[in-house]
């Protein structure tokens, strides 16, 4: 098994960026697709990023595209989310997850993960 601790979550105001990181530990990363999830209050948890497990390929929801960034460094066994122009409506709680495959593929479905974090709070004030 694999476990997972994000850290760098914080309050920021609009316009600002924050980077999320979500150290590995317990089993060779590298065997791991990763993704990033939110949820933010009265909604359901949602997809927000995926990398695969080389971080050759990377997805992203159409929400965030072009301000976030996912990426790891599987020597570190860390992947990160950066979070750029950050808007009010990015507040939420931030979770990474990790998906042991023996593919490239970059999964999506929150049922496709088995292993969570605990979760960082992210609020944007405007």
């Known amino acids: 098994q694999v476990q997972l601790v994000e850290s760098g979550g914080g309050l920021v105001q609009a316009g600002d960026s924050l980077r999320l990181s979500c150290a590995a530990s317990g089993r060779t990363f590298s065997d791991y697709a990763m993704g990033w999830f939110r949820q933010a209050p009265g909604k359901e948890r949602e997809f927000v990023a995926g990398i695969s497990r080389s971080g050759g390929s990377t997805i992203y929801a159409d929400s965030v595209k072009g301000r976030f960034t996912i990426s790891r460094d599987n020597a570190k066994s860390t992947a990160y989310l950066q979070m750029n122009s950050l808007k009010p409506e990015d507040t939420a709680v931030y979770y990474c997850?990790?998906?042991?495959?023996?593919?490239?593929?970059?999964?999506?479905?929150?049922?496709?993960?088995?292993?969570w974090g605990q979760g960082t709070q992210v609020t944007v004030s405007s």
């Open positions: 997850a990790a998906k042991f495959t023996i593919y490239s593929g970059t999964p999506t479905r929150e049922a496709d993960f088995g292993f």
